[in-house]
Every structure is written in C-alpha cells, then in structure tokens.
C-alpha cells in the first residue's frame, strides 16, 4: 500500500465545480460544496489509470490567503494487488479539497483519515466529514486544537505578522486533553533539506530562476518527489510572493498540455513538475529543465545533480542534471555548504538542517529585497525637503521616498500623486544602499536587478506595494478633513456642486475604510460620518432627498 500526498491545483468552472487534472476515467464525488470558513471538503476518487500520489503545499508568503480561483487538492493514493483486476491492482484515492494550502496539516489528517475510509468507506467519510464541520474557523495568529477520530490536533494558523521561526515553536499548554494532542509545528512548510537533497550545489541558481520567474521543468521518479521540489522552490523565495504559475504535478491528461507543449511562442512563466519521461522530448524547448534521479548517497552529502547545457538533453535516457544555459549573477555559497556537509557528518536532525538552509534563503532574499524592504523612521525624507509621511509596516525604503511631504496633503485638495518608479534612480541608489551592506555574497547584483524587473514578481510586487501607498494616502487625506475644525466656513464660497462632490468624495472613502481598506482609526470613522450628516444638513431639502433616500 502507498501513503502518499498530492497537491493539484484546481480552477474553478462553476460554483462549486472544478477542472481536474484525473485520467476520463476517474471519478469524483463531492460530499458538500466547500463554504467560505470550511477547512476542507472530502472528495472520493477511482481510477483504473496508474497514478501515484504527490504531496502539497502553499503559495509563499500569504500562508493562509484563500485562493478564489483555485482549490488546493490533497491526496491519499491507495494500491493493493487484486488478481481479479484487469491490471492486478485495486487503486483508489481519498482527495481533501481546500481553498487552505496547508500541506503538512493536511497530510496529518488524510493519513488518520485514509486508512479507515477504505476499510469502512462511506459512514466514516460522513462522520469525519461532522467533525470537521465543527472545527473553528482558521484564524491567522491562533492557535487551535482540532479534533478527529479520537485523536486531536494541535496547529498554529499562520499569519502575515509572524517572525520567521528558526526552530519548532513552544507547545501550548494541554495538561486538560485528553488524548494529548498531536502537535504540528508548522502547517504549510516543507521540509527544504529533504526536498533539496540532489540540487544543493545549485540552490542558488535555482533561487535566481525562481526570483526571475523563468520557466522550469522539474522531471522526478515520482508524483511525490516532483511535487515537493516544485513546491520547495516555490517557497524558497519568502518573504517575496510568488506571482507565477506553478503545477507541482502535470501530467498529459492537463487541459493546459497542448498550451505549455507548443513550440509556436516562447514557454510561460510557470514551473512543472512532471514524471513522464515523455515530457522530456514534449517540453525540450524549455530553457531550463531539471531532472533528478532517486535520492543516492555519495560518501556524506547526497550524490548532486551535474549543470549541463540544454544541447546534452536526450531524448531518451537523460541523466539526472539541471539543463539550462543561464548563468548565475551571484557566487556560490561554499560556507553554506561546508555547513550541510559537516551537519550531516556530525548526523545533525534533519529539522536544523532545513532551519539553515530556510535562513540562509530568507537571508538571501532580504538582502536582495533590503533596499526596498528596510522599514523608514518616521520624519525620514530627502535632506531638505521636510518630513515625509509615516511609512507603512512593509513599506520599501526606495517606495518610501516616492511618498509625497506630509505637509502637501491638505483638507479640501486631492491628494497629491506618488512619484514614479524610475529604475535607474533605485540602481544608482544600490552604490551606497544596496544588498552588499547585509550578504557576503559577491556577483553582480546590478545585472540581477535589471533581470528582476522584467519579470512577473516585480510586477506583482510593485502593483501591491502601490496600492498600499495609495490606500495610505488616502487614509491620511480622511484623516486631514476630519480634523479640520473650518468646514462651516469652506462651505460658505461653496458652489452645491463643490458641497455634494465632497459628500460623494467622503462617502467614497468611508466605505472603503469600512471594508478595511484604509488603515484609520474607528474615531476617525465616527467624524468623518458626522462630517457627512453636517454637509447634508446644509443643503437645500431637495438635495438632502436625493443624498439621503428615504
């Protein structure tokens, strides 16, 4: 019998329909559609088609953010010899599907789960599926005790604001449960070392592939072993979200093979994992395609994977080895390595091991990120040009400086503009601010910054980052007419067009501070309503009518 975990990416059709990625013949039953605040939903799954399972995990940096169009599928794939089987095999799966990417959470609960459902089948799938139904809803920051099959669950929900964490969280007190809860470390991390076990050599390269969201093939013996190294590069880019695509497990049967396979325009920004040697001549126009072999020890250090040019790719019988013709801007951390090698001589727990080499990335891409990530000090602005506004909690230090003065926003003008993003105004900037003020590493960073900013993640993360400096100015120009003590006074030279453009305008902003997207305080809120009832109440009647509808 295997015990394995797949992670598949699912697009939403309907409401509570989904794309799957299963053989035609595969069949899949729903017990209850997935609401907003569920944790998971059972599905069933049979197939007379061989597939073996992969594991699962998240997108980084927004561990418990819902995707809206996808779902997160989670598989125990059961195989059992059967001689009265065509093929000599009984195969079925038990399939968790979730808007969560909690992998390791969920692979804790289909191994309590799995085993009994194929022994008592549809009566345990529906009182799991009650127990589930009871759990509290996944609250970023809390921790939870989560009940099934006498057995309980002890799991931290992630949140934006934790600090990463080095070694395994405390343990809650659980002296009054009974059984004494499992607990879970981390619901959604991956165990790097592991993943990374054949590619160490090249996780920096592997690192600068991902940073550039350049399209990669990762081709593994099996659905488990592809899954997690895809799954592992994604993350390996925190605290930077992931703004490609990513299919840890793609196989021909995918509605997108014939979009990824063709050779009419270049590959999309999307990394595959795939076990079909097929794919190897389907996808050889891919500019970097990563194969591995099983997992083999050579002296202390697993046997690593040779860099080769995309010209030595066969068709038939390729080795195991990372084809790409890109060339890294940065050199190679030999410390870092004499340190994996040495833990793994003095038999250092795999746990450490991953804990280095998840900081060495963290660090890594903190000090790529540094010029924009370094929080700004209140008052800090350009010399001689006055205090700039507060800046956000995640806001750049470059972005910083494209905040406009805090003295330029006043109560009855539109807010002024953020400056633009000029790209040879932040790489002059590198010289005395740049990446090698935190890392050792030598390279040439300015080359990997001009690469950066061609590719989905600069986008992705500028568009963010813009919208919460815009949402900041906002928030401060409410804040400006709240405390303005004169409103009685401008409305007096005032047009009625000019006084109800301002209701419109104020009513504007306090809905979008209502739906949490202004950061303002809750007395702000109450002035800015009374504010709207005040200007209301000085107009003609039939104006307050048309504002205030009855």
Request: aromatic share 8%; with cysteine; charged share 25%.
């Amino acid at each position: 019998m295997l015990r394995r975990a797949q992670r598949r990416r699912r697009r939403e059709q309907g409401k509570h329909s989904c794309k799957t990625s299963t053989a035609p013949s595969a069949q899949l039953t729903v017990p209850s559609p997935l609401c907003p605040r569920s944790w998971c939903t059972p599905v069933t799954s049979g197939s007379r088609t061989r597939r073996k399972a992969a594991s699962a995990t998240c997108r980084s940096l927004t561990p418990t953010q819902r995707e809206p169009a996808h779902y997160f599928g989670y598989v125990y794939f059961r195989q059992v010899k059967d001689s009265s089987v065509k093929r000599g095999y009984f195969q079925k799966s038990l399939v968790l599907v979730s808007r969560l990417p909690f992998v390791r959470l969920f692979q804790a609960l289909l191994s309590l789960i799995a085993p009994e459902y194929f022994d008592k089948l549809a009566p345990c799938l529906e009182a799991v599926c009650n127990e589930i139904d009871q759990w509290p809803a996944p609250m970023p920051g809390q921790t939870l005790n989560l009940p099934v099959m006498g057995v309980v669950l002890q799991v931290h929900v992630p949140s934006r604001v934790d600090k990463p964490e080095y070694s395994p969280p405390k343990q809650c007190s659980h002296e009054n449960l009974l059984p004494a809860p499992v607990v879970l470390t981390s619901v959604h991390e991956l165990d790097l070392f592991r993943c990374f076990q054949p590619v160490l050599t090249h996780v920096q390269t592997l690192w600068e592939l991902m940073l550039l969201g350049e399209p990669l093939v990762v081709l593994a013996p099996s659905p488990a072993m592809s899954s997690e190294i895809v799954l592992a590069l994604i993350s390996c880019l925190q605290p930077l979200k992931f703004c490609c695509d990513y299919r840890p497990y793609f196989t021909i049967h995918d509605s997108e093979f014939k979009e990824f396979t063709t050779r009419t325009q270049a590959p999309p920004n999307v990394v595959l994992g795939v076990t079909n040697p097929f794919f190897i001549k389907t996808l050889q126009h891919w500019p970097h395609i990563l194969r591995v072999g099983e997992p083999k020890m050579s002296g202390d250090l697993p046997k690593q994977v040779k860099l080769k040019k995309p010209s030595r790719l066969k068709t038939l019988d390729t080795k195991p080895g990372l084809y790409t013709a890109y060339s890294a801007h940065l050199h190679r951390d030999k410390a870092l390595l004499k340190r994996l090698l040495k833990g793994l001589q003095k038999k250092r727990p795999w746990d450490t091991q991953t804990a280095l080499l998840r900081r060495h990335l963290l660090e890594l891409t903190q000090s790529f990120i540094i010029p924009l990530v370094r929080p700004g000090r209140e008052g800090e602005g350009a010399e001689g040009h006055g205090p700039r506004l507060t800046p956000l909690p995640h806001q750049e230090h470059y972005m910083a400086s494209l905040m406009p003065l805090q003295k330029s926003i006043t109560p009855w003008k539109t807010p002024p503009q953020i400056r633009p993003f000029r790209q040879d105004d932040f790489l002059r900037s590198l010289e005395h601010a740049g990446p090698q003020l935190t890392c050792i590493l030598k390279g040439d960073w300015l080359g990997l910054y001009r690469r950066f900013f061609k590719s989905p993640h600069f986008d992705g993360w500028y568009r963010q980052r813009h919208k919460e400096m815009a949402q900041k100015l906002e928030a401060l120009h409410l804040e400006a007419i709240c405390e303005a003590q004169n409103i009685e006074t401008w409305m007096k030279d005032k047009s009625e067009v000019e006084v109800v453009d301002l209701v419109l305008k104020l009513r504007e902003k306090l809905v979008q501070a209502q739906g949490h997207q202004l950061p303002v305080k809750e007395a702000t809120l109450q002035r800015a309503q009374l504010y709207i009832e005040t200007v209301i109440g000085s107009l003609p009647k039939d104006l307050q009518a048309v504002l205030c509808p009855s």
